[in-house]
């Protein structure tokens, strides 16, 4: 099999292995407290947007698109920006019941958004040769948020001093900065918003 791999595959996976490497130093800050390890978490999330970024020119570049490079592209960027920035999440502090079901949903939108936009881009780009806009916010945005998570750690204010603090609900926590990835989520599965693709 990798033998039929190309040159744009090789940096899908490269994407895929940056995003479970951010995954790991997530953990690794739970485990020791460290909030370099959040910084290197980001960074290799970034990592993962360049190298996005990179197997989409080269595959352009190189006049070929496969579908198993379209199927590698959207395991690889659930991983990278839609299961790693919640796992950041998690790491820098929010850890209550809703926090986490906020988290799954913001995931959950994330493959959703991927699977649908692999069944519309093979459907407009059958009609119209290319696919010419994306159908809510694309995933790799979420960059946005890890950048979000990074600012506060460098201001101090994850774990126990989250910016916006932590509410009581049913007896269980929520941290208001969790409704962000309900948000981002939302606006990834939106219908009605649409992005022209360049």
Same mark, same amino acid.
């Given at each position: 099999?990798?033998?039929?791999?190309?040159?744009?595959?090789?940096?899908?996976?490269?994407?895929?292995?940056? $995003?479970?490497?951010?995954?790991?130093?997530?953990?690794?800050?739970?485990?020791?407290?460290?909030?370099?390890?959040?910084?290197?978490?980001?960074?290799?999330?970034?990592?993962?947007?360049?190298?996005?970024?990179?197997?989409?020119?080269?595959?352009?570049? /190189?006049?070929?698109?496969?579908?198993?490079?379209?199927?590698?592209?959207?395991?690889?960027?659930?991983?990278?920006?839609?299961?790693?920035?919640?796992?950041?999440?998690?790491?820098?502090?929010?850890?209550?019941?809703?926090?986490?079901?906020?988290?799954?949903?913001?995931?959950?939108?994330?493959?959703?958004?991927?699977?649908?936009?692999?069944?519309?881009?093979?459907?407009?780009?059958?009609?119209?040769?290319?696919?010419?806009?994306?159908? $809510?916010?694309?995933?790799?945005?979420?960059?946005?948020?890890?950048?979000?998570?990074?600012?506060?750690?460098?201001?101090?204010?994850?774990?126990?001093?989250?910016?916006?603090?932590?509410? /009581?609900?049913?007896?269980?926590?929520?941290?208001?900065?969790?409704?962000?990835?309900?948000?981002?989520?939302?606006?990834?599965?939106?219908?009605?918003? /649409?992005?022209?693709?360049?």
């Amino acid at each position: 099999m990798i033998r039929d791999f190309h040159l744009a595959d090789l940096l899908t996976l490269a994407n895929g292995g940056s $995003g479970t490497a951010a995954l790991f130093l997530a953990m690794d800050h739970v485990r020791e407290a460290r909030v370099d390890k959040l910084y290197a978490a980001g960074a290799c999330v970034v990592a993962a947007l360049v190298f996005d970024v990179m197997d989409g020119r080269v595959a352009r570049w /190189r006049h070929h698109a496969s579908p198993l490079g379209r199927e590698l592209d959207s395991l690889a960027d659930v991983i990278s920006f839609g299961v790693a920035p919640a796992g950041l999440a998690f790491a820098a502090g929010m850890t209550g019941l809703w926090d986490a079901l906020c988290l799954v949903y913001f995931v959950a939108c994330g493959i959703s958004r991927l699977a649908r936009y692999n069944v519309t881009a093979e459907a407009m780009s059958a009609q119209t040769g290319k696919v010419t806009y994306f159908e $809510g916010t694309p995933i790799p945005t979420s960059v946005l948020l890890v950048a979000l998570l990074l600012g506060l750690a460098r201001a101090g204010r994850i774990e126990d001093a989250m910016l916006a603090g932590v509410w /009581r609900i049913a007896g269980f926590d929520l941290h208001p900065l969790a409704l962000v990835f309900v948000l981002s989520g939302s606006l990834m599965i939106s219908k009605t918003l /649409r992005i022209p693709k360049p």
